[in-house]
């Protein structure tokens, strides 16, 4: 870890703490979540940028440290209602969106733009009776036959041979 980095985080830690502490004096809103919220989107927006610029191929898991750090503020701020499942859905679509993004904009790798796509389903598949109000019996369908078909997508995915192999 080079001087810069650890005086960043050090800064992103003491920023979002700051941020925090002066949000809290205007809203109720839990501080250690939120403070982990703004130190997550610090730390993952630092990290993506250098390691685009460092031309390293390994930031999906940065990208989606800031994807994951926006979500919890959406929780935070009560953007989106919090519950088990939209948790879950949060976490499957910011790993998803990552590398969506990493994968199919900036990589050109098929196989993980695939990864990114099935994972976005799959946090979708969660989303779907709260956000869309559908009937039980049609998410139950959709959740058994979808989870069912993306696990057998990703499972050929992964069967098939790459570039390298």
């Known amino acids: ?13 003491l920023v979002a703490f ?10 109720v809103i839990p501080i250690i979540w939120t403070f982990l919220g703004f130190f997550l989107i610090f730390e993952g927006t630092y990290y993506t940028i250098k390691k685009i610029y460092s031309n390293r191929e390994d930031f999906s898991g940065y990208l989606s440290m800031l ?15 919090y519950s088990f499942p939209a948790l879950l859905a949060s ?22 733009t695939i990864y990114g796509i099935v994972l976005i ?7 779907l009776p709260s956000v ?3 009937s039980e019996n049609f998410y139950k369908f959709v959740r058994i036959y979808g989870f069912g078909g993306l696990f ?6 992964i069967i098939l041979p790459g570039k390298g192999d």
Do not use: P, W
């Open 91 to 112: 976490l499957f679509i910011s790993v998803g969106l990552a590398l969506l993004i990493s994968g199919g904009l900036l990589k050109f790798i098929i196989k993980e």
């Open 121 to 127: 389903c799959i946090g979708t598949i969660f989303l």
């Open 152 to 157: 057998i997508l990703l499972g050929i995915i």
């Open 67 to 81: 994807f994951i750090g926006i979500s919890i503020l959406l929780f935070t701020f009560n953007i989106i209602q």
């Open 18 to 27: 700051g941020v925090t502490y002066v949000l809290a004096h205007f809203a």
């Open 1 to 13: 870890m080079s001087d810069l980095d650890a005086r960043f985080a050090f800064g992103s830690l």
């Open 132 to 134: 869309f109000h559908i």
